[in-house]
Nanobody, 123 residues
Framework: QVQLEESGGGLVQAGGSLRLSCTAS????????MGWFRQPPGKEREFVAA????????YYADSVKGRFTISRDNAQNTVYLQMNSLKPADTAVYYC????????????????WGQGTQVTVSS
């Protein structure tokens, strides 16, 4: 079992930045690929970014490529999402997820999920 807790959400103006964190507990963190997903108001959840267990492979949705950066610190059991040049369209609840397989996270799936953190970007 893996427990995930997101933090770092908030209200920011368009063009601003935020860094989300997701801290894991319960199992060996480096054994898991990690991903960030988001659910905009009234819409379905969508994939944002993924990172392999070692951190050597990353993958992004086209909508965030060049603006968002996913990284991880396995010593701290934490994965980050640095979000720059934020747009109102980035407003959503952001979730982190863990899966034993990087391929699954890239497909938008995960065995374990956090509760989410709200990000609101004002125009």
């Amino acid at each position: 079992q893996v427990q995930l807790e997101e933090s770092g959400g908030g209200l920011v103006q368009a063009g601003g930045s935020l860094r989300l964190s997701c801290t894991a507990s319960g199992r060996t963190f480096s054994n898991y690929a990690m991903g960030w997903f988001r659910q905009p108001p009234g819409k379905e959840r969508e994939f944002v970014a993924a990172i392999s267990g070692s951190g050597g492979s990353v993958y992004y949705a086209d909508s965030v490529k060049g603006r968002f950066t996913i990284s991880r610190d396995n010593a701290q059991n934490t994965v980050y999402l640095q979000m720059n040049s934020l747009k109102p369209a980035d407003t959503a609840v952001y979730y982190c997820a863990a899966d034993a397989f990087f391929s699954q996270i890239r497909l938008g799936k995960g065995d374990y999920w956090g509760q989410g953190t709200q990000v609101t970007v004002s125009s």
